[in-house]
């Protein structure tokens, strides 16, 4: 249902939803959907259905539960703009993250068409940050859905990072996060990709987050770029 995230640049994960379909060459070696099946396996009934798209009632009411501040990762095992989630069932999310708004909520899919046409029929809220992601260069195109999207925050994730992705429109984008693919099947990142991207978020004064280099299982040291760590928030004044 929950858990506290070992992701970096989150607290914890809500996952009203389990479960997804490919659609580009960054779901290749996808993460939710091994530890779905391993979590299958376990005889866990959340997981009863492995990683077919699953709508979970009972997990909706989570967030409002937690009264210390989070940053919540929503859907870490799924998509939420997927096209089997239905609009009402995400009306219910957004309820529920409109009462407990004392969280940050950080959306981030692979289907920004359809979030970005969702948001403007809900009311902005400032604690539900929206994002896409953004493997390489071919998929690029998300970011100009997320840029008409009805929301405060606007964040893009580069992960699996597994090409160059060139020239970045980062206007009213307002927080980046680089990392590589990891797992017994990880594709190489190069430097230079990292470094375009960190480059381009300096000078478009966009907060920047490396995540990792990848590999078979990411080292503690693995989040080194240019001999530091990047750890930084959008500023939410």
Not at 185 to 210: D, G, Y
Request: aromatic letters at 10%; hydrophobic letters at 35%.
């Amino acid at each position: 249902m929950s858990e506290r995230s070992k992701i970096e640049w989150t607290d914890a994960s809500w996952n009203p939803t389990t479960g997804c379909t490919k659609v580009s060459a960054g779901c290749t070696n996808c993460y939710a959907e091994t530890l779905a099946l391993r979590l299958q396996k376990m005889g866990s009934k959340r997981y009863r259905n492995a990683f077919t798209l699953t709508l979970h009632e009972d997990a909706l009411n989570l967030p409002l539960k937690w009264k210390k501040p989070k940053k919540i990762f929503v859907n870490s095992m799924s998509d939420m703009f997927h096209k089997d989630v239905p609009d009402k069932f995400i009306d219910k999310v957004w309820d529920v993250m409109a009462k407990a708004n004392w969280h940050i909520y950080q959306i981030l899919t692979k289907r920004p068409e359809r979030m970005a046409q969702y948001s403007w029929t809900k009311e902005k809220l400032p604690n539900v940050w929206l994002g896409t992601s953004v493997e390489y260069s071919r998929v690029k195109d998300r970011i100009k859905a997320l840029h008409t999207s009805n929301a405060k925050i606007r964040f893009i994730s580069f992960e699996p990072l597994i090409g160059d992705v060139g020239k970045l429109d980062l206007s009213n984008i307002h927080w980046v996060i680089v990392g590589g693919e990891s797992g017994k099947n990880h594709r190489p990142i190069e430097r230079e990709w990292v470094t375009n991207i960190l480059a381009q978020c300096k000078k478009q004064n966009v907060a920047f987050f490396f995540k990792q280099w990848g590999g078979l299982k990411p080292k503690s040291g693995g989040r080194q770029l240019n001999g530091r760590t990047y750890d930084e928030y959008p500023n939410l004044r």
